[in-house]
T-cell receptor, first 119, second 113 residues
Framework: NAGVTQTPKFQVLKTGQSMTLQCAQDMNHNSMYWYRQDPGMGLRLIYY???????DKGEVPNGYNVSRLNKREFSLRLESAAPSQTSVYFC??????????????????FGPGTRLLVL | GNSVTQMEGPVTLSEEAFLTINCTYT??????LFWYVQYPGEGLQLLLK?????DKGSNKGFEATYRKETTSFHLEKGSVQVSDSAVYFC????????????FGSGTRLQVQP
């Protein structure tokens, strides 16, 4: 049981280049997320997928696209990389919250991250 | 909207000292509250959580109590170890819509021998 895996671990791009960050989970989770982590700002949500076949924008979606390929895999694509996209990217997954109306469980499990440098 | 405010770091303590990291929140709806820990070079790991008022989450000697009246979820540990050196994130999620986590900015803890 590997949990959440991400590839690559580190990437250097030139401005304007494209790349895809891969994420996979083996916990049979329904929901998957992409976050970026910047110094002093915590993690911010880029895109999420509540279930296979659905995706939706998060807090900072500009410059990114995503694909929920199947239940296990959720990829993040940068079509034309910019220096402002230099960051550490984390993928996460969770079971669908049961929704009790008083908070609900929503534990997210994170991958090890991809460090991206755009020159 | 939702937001989480944490005390700024770094927090530097000697081994066996008492730790408190303050966290307060604002939320639309009734949130679940979490503390995540990030060790150097690694991803985030869930440390503890609480899903309703007055619940206490605990793990590895760390504790935090969900205080609805003060909208707080402060992290405490009675005796820190060098191995506790990491970045600690307070976070919340609400039971509506995307249910994604809203994070604080993180607090770096450095424990010296």
């Amino acid at each position: 049981n590997a949990g959440v895996t991400q590839t690559p671990k580190f990437q250097v791009l030139k401005t304007g280049q494209s790349m895809t960050l891969q994420c996979a989970q083996d916990m049979n989770h329904n929901s998957m997320y992409w976050y970026r982590q910047d110094p002093g700002m915590g993690l911010r949500l880029i895109y999420y997928s509540a279930s296979e076949g659905t995706t939706d924008k998060g807090e900072v979606p500009n410059g990114y696209n995503v694909s929920r390929l199947n239940k296990r895999e959720f990829s993040l694509r940068l079509e034309s990389a910019a220096p402002s996209q230099t960051s550490v990217y984390f993928c996460a997954s969770s079971e669908a919250a049961t929704g009790t109306g008083t908070g609900g469980e929503e534990t997210q499990y994170f991958g090890p991250g991809t460090r991206l440098l755009v020159l | 909207g939702n937001s989480v405010t944490q005390m700024e770091g770094p927090v530097t303590l000697s081994e066996e000292a008492f730790l408190t990291i303050n966290c307060t929140y604002t939320a639309t709806g009734y949130p679940s509250l979490f503390w995540y820990v990030q060790y150097p070079g690694e991803g985030l790991q869930l440390l503890l959580k609480a899903t309703k008022a007055d619940d206490k989450g605990s793990n590895k000697g760390f504790e935090a109590t969900y205080r609805k009246e003060t909208t707080s979820f402060h992290l405490e540990k009675g005796s820190v170890q060098v191995s506790d050196s990491a970045v600690y994130f307070c976070a919340l999620s609400v039971n509506t819509g995307r249910r994604a986590l809203t994070f604080g900015s993180g607090t770096r803890l450095q424990v010296q021998p």
